[in-house]
């Protein structure tokens, strides 16, 4: 239950670099695992961040729901594998600069979808994960979930009337979380619970699926 197996086939022993949505000592948890075919744990050489001082309340991972940050990170890419790769410089320059189009036009596209929206204008959403896209856009996010876990009664009042305050229109929670006290908000203030993850594939489409919700807009 609740666990997803992804096999990597590598016929070539060496160092290999794995992009993953959890940081590195997440995986020391008991929560996921790198395993050779011997079933035997593989230890991470190096990480980037390197510990858990990287990880706390107060930092948000979820850096790739802000078009701003993702220029960034894609510059960060095309500049890493061209150093490592040159012979294929122009090749990772192409993508990049498309990619970068892409980019844009989503910003674009998002900032035509808020135009009508008040500097500082709230959304409210269970788990903290869109902080950044808050960030980029002048609105600010209202979490749900206090340190991981879902609020007791009287935190979940305070939130209510703050919601009621701000005349929140939705709640945003994610498909990985339970919605259960979001529901009882919704419930409270007659308004829609909105399922939308950050981990979405199509990632301009996601984000701009989640500017028209605020919006309240088709």
């Known amino acids: 239950k609740d666990i997803t197996t992804v096999k990597i086939n590598i016929f070539k022993d060496g160092s290999y670099v794995f992009f ?32 858990n001082d990287n990880h706390n309340e107060n930092k948000d991972p979820h850096v790739w729901v802000s078009p701003s940050s993702v220029k960034i990170i894609a510059k960060n890419i095309y500049t890493t594998l061209s150093n490592a790769d040159p012979k294929n410089k ?8 498309s990619f970068l189009k892409e980019i844009t036009t989503t910003d674009t596209k998002i900032r035509e ?55 929140v229109k939705a709640i945003f929670t994610q498909p990985e979380f339970s919605d259960k006290s979001a529901k009882v908000i919704a419930e409270q203030l007659s308004i829609k619970v909105i399922k939308i993850t950050p981990l ?15 919006a309240n807009v088709q």
């Open 20 to 51: 993953t949505e959890h940081l590195p000592f997440e995986f020391e948890k008991g929560e996921h695992f790198f395993k050779d075919i011997n079933k035997k744990d593989i230890e991470v050489v190096a990480s980037e961040p390197e510990s």
């Open 90 to 97: 122009e090749y990772f320059k192409k993508n990049y600069l």
């Open 113 to 167: 979808i808020l135009v009508d929206l008040k500097a500082g204008s709230k959304f409210m959403v269970f788990h903290p994960s869109w902080g950044y896209f808050a960030s980029d856009y002048s609105l600010e996010q209202l979490v749900i979930e206090v340190e991981g876990k879902e609020p007791k009664p009287k935190t979940l009042q305070k939130i209510i009337e703050e919601a009621k305050e701000e005349k």
């Open 200 to 214: 979405s594939p199509n990632w301009s489409e996601n984000l701009i699926n989640m500017a028209k919700s605020i």
